[in-house]
């Protein structure tokens, strides 16, 4: 009588800590990584347009110049010139932080430190020819991106990208005509859906 107390007492004690054991376990479950994207693009734009073209990280796309009042671009790009979606330059919450680094090492977007589109002519990213965030030749008339230069944003609605522009292309350029009729611009980035700042 007394041993078959003790094994009742021995199995309801293992059937405790099991079920200990299991809830510990669903109570604290492993972290999923985060629900980030990366992404390669292009966009043509006029050599000559007097009008930004736009951009969504969101969305993977172009926004059309329809929606430029709105929030559903995060940045925009008119010849050299890269503009984000607040303060002067439209009703979003952008900023932008450049940053001279390794863009595939960088992975945690900064909580603050970021940059703003004050008025038209001063900008949160530099295009000046001497400073800017590119490189030109004058007698080539190449245009490209500086090494190592990218661009860490807090988008429209709050989120977080980092862009990198891979090249700068002409489109219907013949020397010596002296402009193109367009320019493509390839860029590169990660876009973090859940508005957390892990890449």
Request: net charge negative; glycine share 8%; proline share 5%.
């Given at each position: 009588m007394k041993i078959t107390n003790l094994k009742l007492t021995l199995l309801s004690a293992a059937i405790v800590v099991t079920g200990m054991m299991s809830c510990g376990k669903d109570d604290n479950p492993v972290p999923t990584p985060a629900p980030s994207i990366t992404v390669t693009d292009s966009m043509k734009i006029g050599y000559s347009d007097n009008h930004y073209a736009f951009y969504s990280f969101k969305d993977s796309s172009r926004v059309n110049l329809s929606d430029?009042?709105?929030?559903?671009?995060?940045?925009?790009?008119?010849?050299?010139?890269?503009?984000?979606?607040?303060?002067?330059?439209?009703?979003?919450?952008?900023?932008?932080?450049?940053?001279?680094?390794?863009?595939?090492?960088?992975?945690?977007?900064?909580?603050?430190?970021?940059?703003?589109?004050?008025?038209?002519?001063?900008?949160?990213?530099?295009?000046?020819?001497?400073?800017?965030?590119?490189?030109?030749?004058?007698?080539?008339?190449?245009?490209?991106?500086?090494?190592?230069?990218?661009?860490?944003?807090?988008?429209?609605?709050?989120?977080?990208?980092?862009?990198?522009?891979?090249?700068?292309?002409?489109?219907?350029?013949?020397?010596?005509?002296?402009?193109p009729d367009s320019l493509v611009y390839k860029f590169r980035y990660t876009y973090q859906s859940d508005g957390s700042r892990n890449f």
């Open positions: 430029s009042a709105s929030t559903k671009w995060d940045f925009g790009v008119r010849f050299v010139s890269i503009i984000v979606n607040s303060h002067a330059s439209g009703p979003g919450n952008a900023g932008v932080i450049t940053e001279n680094s390794i863009f595939n090492n960088y992975t945690t977007a900064p909580a603050d430190g970021y940059g703003y589109d004050t008025s038209s002519t001063n900008l949160a990213i530099d295009n000046s020819f001497s400073t800017g965030w590119y490189n030109y030749d004058n007698a080539t008339h190449v245009l490209s991106p500086k090494a190592g230069k990218f661009f860490v944003i807090k988008t429209a609605d709050g989120h977080y990208a980092k862009m990198e522009i891979l090249a700068v292309d002409y489109a219907n350029f013949n020397p010596p005509n002296p402009t």
